[in-house]
Structures are given as structure tokens and as C-alpha cells.
């Protein structure tokens, strides 16, 4: 089955930087969009940025200008570089794509999260 592994959160001060990771891995013949969701305590899980195959990007607004997203791939990766972290980014932050298996079915899933925790 096709999974999706992520890594690269944890704590940083408010103004500071991190890099989320996350890889697809099994039977996968295509992915089609990869992103990013964060969920705050008490809160929605609500869309970060994503990125199409053909490389397009969107962003939500709190992550313009401060969050770059991008993929490798020939490594089924995709990455959230996070800059100018404020304390209202802190969130679980979960990697979403979709594609198709070998046998040309149909997938969508989400990793397990990753906890991003920024202090003032």
C-alpha cells in the first residue's frame, strides 16, 4: 500500500526556520498533488500550501511570503521550507497526496503528522 512518511518538525523561537519532509513510498505509478495541512489544538485542519505535478504551487495566505513548498520527483518527496516561523504557526503539520498504483487505481492519504512547536 502506498504510504507517506513525514520528518523534519519540532521546536524553534518565533523568527526561526524548519524543514518538513515527506515521502511517498509502495506501489505508486503517479502522484498527482502532494501539500501540506496543519491542525491546531481546538482547531480545523486547514491547508498549508500544495504543489501539482506540473510543479504549481498554492499557498494559503498565512504562508505567502514565508513558506516555500516544493518536490523532488524522481525521490517522491515533497518539502515545506518554513521561514520567519511565527508562534501561530504551531500546529501538527500533515503531508496529503494523491495518485495512481501500479494497477491503476485511484489513492489519497495523509502521514501520520509532524508536531511544529514555535516559541516567542
Known amino acids: 500500500q502506498v504510504q507517506l512518511v513525514e520528518s523534519g518538525g519540532g521546536s524553534v523561537q518565533a523568527g526561526g526556520s524548519l524543514r518538513l519532509s515527506c515521502v511517498a513510498s509502495g506501489p505508486i505509478l503517479t502522484i498527482n498533488v502532494m501539500g501540506w495541512y496543519r491542525q491546531a489544538p481546538g482547531k480545523q485542519r486547514e491547508l498549508v500550501a500544495t504543489i501539482a505535478a506540473g510543479s504549481s504551487t498554492n499557498y494559503a495566505d498565512s504562508a505567502k511570503g514565508r513558506f516555500t513548498i516544493s518536490r523532488d520527483t524522481a525521490k517522491n518527496t515533497v518539502y515545506l521550507q518554513m521561514d520567519s516561523l511565527k508562534p501561530e504557526d504551531t500546529a501538527v503539520y500533515y503531508c496529503?497526496?494523491?495518485?495512481?498504483?501500479?494497477?491503476?487505481?485511484?489513492?489519497?492519504?495523509w502521514g501520520q503528522g509532524t508536531q511544529v512547536t514555535v516559541s516567542s
Open positions: 496529503n497526496a494523491d495518485g495512481v498504483t501500479r494497477w491503476y487505481s485511484l489513492w489519497n492519504i
